[in-house]
């Protein structure tokens, strides 16, 4: 009779077990969401030293941002997504030139690019900080 129960008790509890857990998403876009501004210089294409530019959640995949060019010292229209994995999100993209690098965010308010750009095999690398802009 108790083996019974100990069975019909494992019955009804084991698919509570196995189906109420959800693997964690580590890859929480919403901290990189907003406006950032680069204050350090980046010399392409052009030779400044502020860049400001958005960073927006990609629509078509959870786990994906795009950051406008604008903030990396690029094209404004230039758009490049980037993949989250917890604090950093990778990107590389080829078109004219290449762009390749990560970006860890520190906190909430707080971004470390670091990227590469060739052209026309010519490298240049860079190491930047962003913060982000209050509203």
């Given at each position: ?37 680069i204050n350090e ?95």
């Amino acid at each position: 009779m108790k083996l019974l129960r100990l069975i019909k008790y494992f019955i009804l509890v084991m698919p509570i077990v196995f189906f109420s857990c959800s693997p964690d998403d580590n890859n929480d876009t919403s901290q990189w969401i907003g406006t950032w501004e680069i204050n350090e210089e980046i010399v392409f294409p052009h030779n400044k030293t502020t860049y400001i530019g958005e960073i927006t959640q990609d629509n078509n995949n959870k786990n994906k941002i795009i950051i406008s060019g604008n903030l990396l010292g690029l094209n404004s229209s230039y758009s490049l997504p980037a993949t989250v994995s917890s604090s950093t999100a990778t990107f590389d993209q080829t078109t004219s030139f290449n762009i390749n690098g990560k970006a860890t965010l520190i906190n909430s308010d707080s971004i470390k690019f670091s990227f590469s750009i060739t052209q026309d095999n010519i490298t240049k690398n860079y190491v930047v900080g962003a913060k982000k802009k209050s509203k």
